[in-house]
């Protein structure tokens, strides 16, 4: 991995719409999309991609294409604000179509990101249809006939879900922070047990969409120029300030951010007494998530074994170098694939290696959302 000076250039994949960033470190290139089309296939699945104009929607474009995920047709689906404009993906130009009831007649796989509400209304339509979705929102997560499913960890959770079948399903992506943690601490806890978890969140201005990122980037330009930022997304400054979570508050306290992490690590480790807190915060950072995250555990687990055990884990990269403290960071899992974890250390305050701090960096649109979708959907081939 290397670290860029320069975190992203700026691509427009809309013609005559609106721009929407996707920041991608300057040594990647950013052709993806005008590879030549290897990936189209007769026999293969035809495929939508529901909000293709958002940040996710458009990163599941350079995921598909990055992975030679095989298609024999693909859907782009959006808005009404976006239907009709043009986008070229694989060297083929298409027209970006208004979401609608109709929309799935003929689809195998619907990877879905337009938000909770789109989910729930136009989901269950289709897998009427008989498509298999693959859902990001938060909709159908908590459902017990719903597999919340990271690839690495609990790929048997889907395993009655087959393609061709004619048979439509939903399969839940987990939340963007669970998934990097997870990635980070499921290793661990297969060897020694997690008893309980206290995760702190870094969140980037991704997480929320493409418009938060356009936000980071006006306010940090209004603030240098001695303005006053724009504040349409967070109602309040971003730029070279943090604050807690914007997802809504609820009665205990918690914002439903750090409940999503309670919930949804139990549902994945099916493991419902796993005792988990957690403080979201949103930093100023563009792109990638940051978490620490402290363990504790049933079985005693030192630091080497757990370096030894997370080098080897799929889908992770260990970066703990102590001695010239280079650890990771947002920009260097930036547009990368695997999580990366660092700090990885011995907790003072527990007794008899019982306990362990890491620090974790992850892409939330790539594995925290779109790569993790397309590892589902290619789990179905
Ligand atoms: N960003 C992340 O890191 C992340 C991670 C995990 C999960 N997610 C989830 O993924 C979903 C999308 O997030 P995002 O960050 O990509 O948001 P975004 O950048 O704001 O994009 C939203 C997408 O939804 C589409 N959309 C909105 N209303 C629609 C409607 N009525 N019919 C059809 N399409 C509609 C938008 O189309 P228009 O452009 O036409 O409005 C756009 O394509 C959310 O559920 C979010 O929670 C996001």
Redesign the pocket.
Same mark, same amino acid.
């Given at each position: 991995m290397h670290s860029s000076a320069i975190p992203y250039c700026r691509t427009q994949f809309l013609a005559g719409g609106k721009c929407?960033p996707t920041f991608r470190p300057t040594h990647r290139p950013t052709t993806t999309f005008s590879r030549l089309r290897m990936s189209v296939q007769e026999n293969a699945p035809s495929l939508a991609v529901?909000?293709?104009?958002?940040?996710?929607?458009q990163e599941f474009l350079s995921v598909l294409a990055d992975r030679n995920f095989p298609y024999r047709s693909i859907k782009m #689906?959006?808005?009404k604000?976006?239907a009709g404009k043009r986008l070229t993906f694989e060297d083929k130009e298409y027209i970006i179509e208004e #979401?609608t009831e109709d929309s799935f007649q003929g689809v195998d796989i619907a990877l879905f +990101?337009?938000?909770?509400s =789109? +989910?729930k209304r136009f989901g269950p339509i289709a897998v009427h249809s008989g498509s298999i979705v693959v859902d990001?929102?938060?909709a159908f997560r908590m459902d017990d006939n719903v597999p919340l499913v990271i690839p690495e960890v609990n790929p048997s959770s889907m395993a009655h879900i087959k393609l061709g079948t004619g048979k439509g399903a939903l399969i839940a992506?987990p939340?963007?922070s669970t998934i990097i943690c997870l990635m980070a601490a499921t290793p661990l806890h297969q060897r020694a047990k997690v008893v309980r978890m206290v995760v702190s969140t870094y969140q980037a201005a991704?997480?929320?969409?493409?418009?938060a990122m356009e936000e980071l980037e006006l306010q940090t330009r209004e603030v240098l120029e001695g303005k006053s930022p724009t504040c349409n997304i967070f109602k309040q400054q971003y730029a070279f300030n943090l604050f807690s979570h914007n997802a809504p508050v609820m009665g205990n306290g918690y914002n439903e951010e750090e409940m999503k992490l309670v919930k949804e690590t139990r549902k994945i480790w099916n493991d419902k007494d796993v005792k988990v807190t957690a403080t979201c915060i949103r930093v100023p950072v563009m792109r990638a998530h940051a978490e620490a995250v402290n363990l504790q555990f049933k079985n005693p687990l030192d630091e080497d074994t757990a370096r030894e055990i997370l080098s080897q884990a799929p889908g992770v990269v260990v970066i703990d170098d102590r001695a010239s403290n280079r650890f990771p960071t947002p920009l260097e899992v930036s547009n990368k694939d695997d999580v990366a974890v660092g700090r990885i250390r011995q907790d003072v305050s527990q007794e008899g290696n019982l306990g362990l701090d890491i620090f974790v960096c992850g892409d939330? =649109?790539r594995k925290?959302?779109a790569l993790n979708a397309v590892q589902i959907a290619e789990m179905l081939l």
């Open positions: 929407h529901v909000g293709v104009s958002g940040a996710v929607g #689906l959006a808005s604000r976006s #979401l +990101s337009a938000g909770g =789109i +989910s990001n929102s938060s992506n939340n963007c991704s997480g929320a969409g493409a418009a939330q =649109i925290g959302a």
